[in-house]
């Protein structure tokens, strides 16, 4: 298993999948798929945290399926 940090930009287009073009559907779905076959994992830092607390008091509307993505 490899650890593989990825940009908070990887989850945010992995979260919206379904908006992105095809070419770009197949390469983050292959990492999102190789994240849940814990192929790799995915260290978070306190970068991620404060793009999380940045983006809350831009929206906080965005921060449940921020969540429900890091979960995964």
Request: proline share 4%.
């Amino acid at each position: 298993m490899k650890h593989v940090y990825l940009d908070w930009n990887v989850f945010d287009k992995i979260e919206k999948i379904q908006e992105l073009e095809d070419s770009d559907k197949k390469i983050f779905s292959k990492i999102e798929q190789l994240i849940i076959d814990k192929q790799i994992i995915c260290p978070y830092s306190n970068a991620h945290i404060n793009d999380l607390l940045r983006g809350y008091y831009k929206n906080p509307e965005f921060i449940p399926a921020h969540l429900d993505t890091l979960k995964k």
